[in-house]
């Protein structure tokens, strides 16, 4: 009999599902967070490449009688995979008022949370692995959260928090297993068994019931049938013979059909006859329907000679598979049937000729090559059975090649499988050079004499390579082709042994981390109750551990909520023709749309000029920008009804780089220029003069809540309430009052936290809060948008595009002389924060350097691309990348290591820069030292020269920098701040500020500081909100000062309300705190005060130095690099919360490195954003994190100019460290080069890609 309802468990609880309401919930996640409010689980990117969403899935196996927890990305699962199973979230975990699992309390005291976004996600991974294995390595716990992406931590607090659980790396080997036990002084933390009582029990009901029936369930036109028995989905199959295979579901998503024709899906994923496995010493036999992750289970066990070289490829290759989320689910028969460009088994199938069973709906059974299978559209209709992998004792070696190893389907990198056979054949199967796979038979390319594959050059691989290209008349980016020239070579140098290296065939897998942390303790005579300086965990941590802490879309619904779904361009230049809304009226649910012509007030806005357009009116300027809106009763509706607009565009030519900008003089603004003395003077003096370019590429915030606001109409006097996710509250309100044309007054926007932000809040809501205020003022009701992660990608500004040009001129010694750059800027579409960024990318370009005679011009380039906006360093990291190119540029011409350059020429105390505070104290040196002391950097340098001479394929690199940041504004007005303080009778404290918690551990420090001030105990003060209504022009939450600003407002306020108790505690010196406020109410004294805080009144008003060194490896033939070593010392003055600084310093400087080396923003020559998501934009995960990585506060250095407890701000000075990341693989490179003596300066775009990696080891400048 066949069953109609979806049942499973979810934290202990049945639930059953029936097709009414699959409509509105088709995936686990829309359900869990929808229909069962579990908002914990939270959706950051809704494709599966975050895991935001994990949750725990919980099976009985009958065969073995165990359960099988796994992870899954709840939201691309729908909801018919987890029939039969228990769900387990991240509510069913732990909660701050029934009790946190121990990996959540461990998470909030090693400050492993920051905005708190990813964290349910992070904690489902780590209870999931704790319940697998309650012992696990430090590479476990790597490997278990390397699909759980974090924008704030720079994840190595949260592998710290895991440490009070993990094992030795040597497993069974490890020496405490064995009784003579030598080494006492085990690095390895104790391991402390997890108590599996803790866990919620797995549903006894589950383990009795044994799924046979068939599930079948419809919704709209979409039904899902889910057979068990081959039998049974034949007999299914037979009924419709055109329904549509699933298996992990991972390609397919939860579809839903609104428009076409019924959609069948016949789900394999329980299909007992596809899941089985065999082996024999002739063939591995893999069922369609078994996991990666089962796979890579299997064949880790098997011990058969002939299989090891297959068997170790296919391990390379499942563990560059995204991430556990995915192989949990995603099936060998699933990918092989995708068919998509980009998948990396398929090369790997094609090289060890692999076949395909295949079975038709008659039941004829055939075989046929992976090869066959893809070339024959017809095989599309049959079902796969099983993959077949034959292991021929000819194959000597097999490799398998990704890069980089995490690179993303479709984005830019390359596959390569290659094999040589005991004949000598050597053949490789290349994906990424072409939109087919690429066969290269090396072998039959060879002229009978050379064919042996140890004599072949990189060139000559390079020629063979083209050659074959060419008759496929694939056009390939050139820098793609020599990477996987290089990779052909690799793989003849592995075989062949011809390297010293220890080389595996395949990609390399990260080695696991450590780190030290090292900050001052508090002086013993500071009072217990006094948290300042302490590394206290935030205080709302145990709320977002836990899921608790509710985000913008976490907020219930309210009862006549509406949607909207912004209508986005697709042109990056063109006039709009005709838009046409017919089909979006005729659309179910809908209930309004807007456009330009809707707004009662200017369509126009802009931080700091009105340039830009809610809606494009007559033109778009750039791909995505909106056009209009969908208003609907649901998100589903709104969203499928935007896609009906009709827009008709007459094209015209984008201008979308720098240099198209400078070619046609397409600019904002004049020329801004800055100066100190005399160039031509400066240059005659130097003994050289070199001339170079330096690149710096887009970066995308990917802060991990995406922008969504709810505005709530009220209905007297054009009141409107907004919630919305940001971090500048007046310039929304302003944005909101000025476009719907009424006073600020009627607008309040409250905020209680936001997802991560980086700047990218700063202007940017305004995209998506005007329009939901402007739908909620016209129906009347409450209205959500909240935009997805594409959209969000495509509207939203990202870090500046710059180039530099510059001329250098210097002594024979290495003494800068004189500096001319010419800066160019991509503003994008519109001016936004460009002029500030750039003022500041002009103002920072000397570095920590003094140098005499100076002249910069920064022009804004105007393109047609989405405006460029505010990003965490504000156009400083950039700055830095130029002028430490340049310090490298003049050590490389002089031959002198470019350490002693930046030394000779570091600026000293009196010393004015161009930001006109002069540099006050020393610090900048001590810091110096120490990282070099720190990182024991004479003998890490030695160790790179000695490593460079031995390796040839492997180089190593290592680099110092210092860095000198501003805090303050250098416009006076901005620096400001307001704070209002309420003491209630019970003597609690609430506290409201202009700042916005964005992850930053604001509100954390300014409740340390309250404390303080007030005398009273941190559980006292409470900062619920903030608001425009309670604080009024606030400055926007940017520039790292916003403590010193907020903290500054608070001090006062906290001093007036102590001078008014003042009175009270001299007539009673004993009372207590809670006494002295019902004293001062009984006395009608108020107990709340509203203060300003103003400090820098000159603008910038102290600097926060650091220094680090990094340390990599490059792989010269792949173009891979490791961090290997990151040292960084930070003076932070006397650090308010060591916890929550080291935390931004470690994540400041992973996102930094992420712009240096990881992150590839591009577009299509149309101008259509390529990096649209987070599967075709990577951003660092936890692999990338430097394998040693020690950070140290500055001992004993308060800040003498300190605006709050002698602390310093941080949020963004530590990013710019990430430029030794650059300088150490541009040092590694020169070493490559100089073993092919090629004596040319390389230039090294940001970001460092291995494609550039690779050419620069032995091509000219890029
Ligand atoms: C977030 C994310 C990250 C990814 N990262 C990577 C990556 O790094 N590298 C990579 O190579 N791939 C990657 N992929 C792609 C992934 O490998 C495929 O989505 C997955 O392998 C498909 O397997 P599935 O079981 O989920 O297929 P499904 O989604 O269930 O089905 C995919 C297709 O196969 C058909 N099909 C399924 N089973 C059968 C069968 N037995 N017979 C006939 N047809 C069948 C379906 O009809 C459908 O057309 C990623 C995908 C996602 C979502
Ligand atoms: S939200 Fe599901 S993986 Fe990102
Ligand atoms: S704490 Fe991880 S994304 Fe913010």
């Not at 725990?56 to 995979?81: A, G, M, W």
């Not at 700055?879 to 600026?907: C, P, R, W």
């Not at 400087?1149 to 992150?1159: D, H, L, N």
């Amino acid at each position: 009999m066949d069953a109609n309802s979806i049942v499973f468990f979810v934290n202990g609880s049945k639930v059953e599902v029936s097709s009414t309401e699959l409509e509105t919930w088709a995936t686990l996640l829309s359900y869990l967070r929808g229909k069962l409010r579990l908002t914990g689980s939270k959706n950051a990117c809704g494709q599966g490449n975050c895991g935001a969403c994990s949750v725990l899935l919980s099976e009985f196996d009958h065969k073995s009688q165990t359960i099988r927890h796994v992870t899954v990305n709840s939201c691309i699962t729908p909801l018919f995979y987890v029939h039969g199973c228990a769900v387990t979230t991240v509510e069913g975990i732990g909660t701050s008022r029934d009790g946190l699992h121990p990996v959540q309390k461990s998470l909030v005291q090693m400050h492993g949370i920051q905005c708190g976004f990813c964290t349910p996600g992070m904690v489902v991974s780590l209870c999931c692995l704790l319940r697998n294995n309650p012992t696990p390595t430090k590479a476990d716990v790597e490997r278990a959260i390397e699909g759980n992406l974090c924008r704030c931590t720079g994840y190595r607090p949260i592998l710290e928090s895991m440490s009070p659980f993990a094992g030795c790396p040597m497993g069974a080997k490890c020496c405490k297993n064995k009784s003579n036990k030598l080494d006492t002084n085990d690095t390895e933390p104790e391991a402390r068994p997890i108590d599996p009582t803790q866990d919620s029990i797995f549903p006894p009901q589950l383990m009795k019931w044994h799924l046979k029936d068939t599930l079948s369930i419809s919704y709209g036109h979409t039904t899902w049938i889910v057979p068990c028995k081959l039998e049974q989905l034949r007999t299914v199959w037979t009924e419709h013979p055109t329904a549509q295979f699933v298996a992990g579901a991972t390609a397919v998503g939860a579809t839903t059909n609104h428009d076409g024709g019924p959609i069948i899906f016949i789900s394999c994923h329980r299909v007992e006859e596809l899941q089985a496995i065999s082996v024999n010493d002739k063939k591995l036999e893999f069922g369609a329907a078994v996991t990666f992750t089962k796979m890579e289970d299997h064949i880790r066990k098997l011990e058969i000679e002939g299989a090891k070289p297959v068997v170790s490829a296919f391990l390379a290759c499942i563990q560059s598979l995204a991430s556990d989320q995915l192989r949990n689910v995603a099936t060998i028969g699933g990918h092989l049937a995708c068919r998509m460009d980009g998948l990396d088994m398929i090369p790997l199938l094609f090289a060890l000729n692999a076949t395909v069973h295949l079975m038709d709906h008659t039941g004829k059974r055939r075989d046929l090559t992976v090869e066959e299978y893809l070339s024959n559209e017809q095989t599309g209709k049959e079902l796969i059975l099983n993959i077949q992998v034959p292991l021929d004792n000819k194959v000597k070696f097999v490799g398998f090649y990704k890069t980089p190893r995490k690179r993303p389907v479709g984005s830019a990198g390359t596959t390569t499988a290659l094999v040589l056979d005991t004949g000598g054949h050597f053949i490789a199967y290349l994906e990424g050079l072409s939109p087919k796979i690429i066969k290269l038979d090396v072998f039959s390319y060879l002229p009978e004499t050379e064919r042996t594959i140890q004599s072949l050059s990189l060139d000559k691989f390079d020629r063979i390579l083209r050659k074959r290209l060419s008759e496929e008349k694939a056009e390939t980016r050139d820098d793609l082709v020599n990477l996987s020239a290089g990779i052909l070579q690799k793989f003849q140098a592995v075989v062949n042994e011809t390297t010293p290296e220890a080389e595996s065939p395949h990609s390399e897998l990260p080695i696991h981390c450590r780190s030290d942390i090292i900050f001052d303790e508090v002086p013993d005579s500071q009072p217990q109750t006094d948290p300042v300086w302490r590394p206290l965990p935030q205080t709302t941590a145990e709320d977002l551990v836990s899921g608790q802490a509710m985000f913008i879309d976490d907020m219930p619904s309210y009862q006549n909520e509406l949607h909207l779904c912004l209508v986005l361009g697709k042109r990056a230049r063109a006039k709009l023709v005709h838009v046409d809304w017919s089909a979006v009226k005729a659309c179910p649910g809908v209930v309004d749309w807007i456009d330009h012509t809707s707004l009662n007030g200017r369509n126009m806005w802009g931080i700091m000029a009105a340039d830009e357009e809610i809606f494009a009116s007559k033109e778009v300027v750039y791909w995505g920008q909106p056009i209009g809106a969908v208003v609907a009763e649901s998100r589903e509706q709104a969203t499928h009804a935007a896609e009906k607009v009709r827009i008709d565009y007459e094209e015209m030519q984008p201008v979308l780089t720098i240099e198209d900008a400078v070619k046609l003089e397409s600019f904002i603004e004049g020329a801004v220029v800055i100066e100190r003395g005399d160039g031509t003077e400066g240059f005659l003096r130097s003994n050289q003069v070199v001339e170079g370019t330096i690149g710096t590429g887009a970066q995308e915030h990917l802060y991990l809540e995406t922008n969504g606001a709810i505005g709530v109409p009220k209905r007297e006097q054009h009141e409107i309430e907004m919630f919305v996710t940001h971090q500048a509250p007046t310039f929304i309100q302003k944005s909101i009052a000025s476009c719907l044309g009424i006073p600020f007054n009627r607008v309040i926007v409250r905020h209680k936290r936001t997802g991560g932000a980086f700047g990218g809040k700063e202007s940017q809501p305004v995209k998506i809060c005007v329009p939901v205020a402007l739908a909620a003022q016209r129906t009347g009701r409450p209205v959500r948008g909240i935009l997805t992660r594409e959209q969000d990608m495509a509207i939203t500004g990202k870090r500046h595009p710059y180039q530099f040009q510059y001329k250098i001129g210097f002594s024979k010694d290495g003494v800068l002389q004189a500096l001319e750059v010419k800066v160019y800027s991509n503003a994008g579409c519109s001016r936004d924060v460009s002029l500030e960024v750039l003022d500041c990318t002009l103002n920072f370009i000397e570095g920590c350097y003094a140098i005499p005679n100076v002249k910069i011009e920064g022009r804004l380039c105007k393109t047609n691309t989405v405006s460029n906006t505010s990003f965490r360093g504000f156009g400083i990291p950039q700055a830095y990348v130029a002028m430490e190119t340049i310090i490298d540029h003049v050590a490389h011409v002089l031959k002198i290591g470019s350490k002693q350059i930046q030394e000779i020429n570091f600026a000293k105390s009196g010393f004015v820069p161009f930001t006109k505070l002069p540099i006050q104290d020393e610090t900048i040196v001590e810091a110096w030292n120490q990282c070099q002391r720190q990182a024991n950097y004479l003998q890490k340098e030695a160790d790179v020269i000695a490593f460079n001479e031995k390796h040839s394929y492997k180089k190593r690199g290592i680099a110092m920098m210092a860095i000198r940041f501003q805090m303050g504004y250098p416009v006076s007005l901005l620096n400001q701040s307001t704070a209002l303080v309420h003491v209630y009778l019970d003597g609690s404290v609430s506290l409201s500020h202009g700042g916005c918690e964005i992850g930053q551990g604001l509100n954390m420090k300014i409740q340390q500081i309250a404390s303080r001030a007030l005398s009273v105990p941190l559980s006292k003060i409470h900062i619920a909100e903030n608001s425009t209504n309670t604080v009024a022009n606030a400055t926007a939450t940017v520039g790292s000062c916003t403590t010193d600003l907020v903290g500054a407002a608070v001090l006062n306020a906290c001093g007036e309300i102590t001078n008014r108790l003042q009175p009270f505690k001299e007539k009673k010196p004993n009372a207590s705190w809670e006494e002295l406020i019902i004293d001062a109410y009984l006395n009608r004294i108020s107990l709340s005060v509203m203060a300003q805080g103003r400090p820098g009144d000159g603008g910038v008003y102290y600097y926060t130095y650091g220094a680090g060194c990094s340390t990599v490896e490059i792989d010269c033939l792949t173009g891979e690099h490791k961090v290997l070593s990151t040292d960084i010392v930070m003076d932070v003055g006397r650090s308010l919360n060591p916890g929550i600084d080291v935390g931004q310093i470690e994540g400041a400087f992973m996102q930094g490195y992420g712009m240096m080396a990881v992150e590839e923003w591009t577009l299509n020559d149309r101008g259509e954003v390529e990096s649209k998501n987070p599967s075709r934009y990577r951003v660092p995960d936890v692999g990338n994190l430097p394998r040693d990585f020690n950070v140290t506060l500055l001992s004993d250095s308060p800040n003498k100019q300190a605006i709050v407890y002698s602390s310093k701000g941080i949020g963004e000075p530590p990013l710019l460290l990430a430029t030794t990341v650059h300088k150490a693989l541009r040092a590694a490179i020169l070493s490559a080069r100089k073993d092919r003596s090629l004596s040319a300066y390389v230039q090294l775009d940001t970001p460092v890609t291995p494609a550039k990696i690779r050419q620069a080891c032995t091509i000219g400048c890029i």
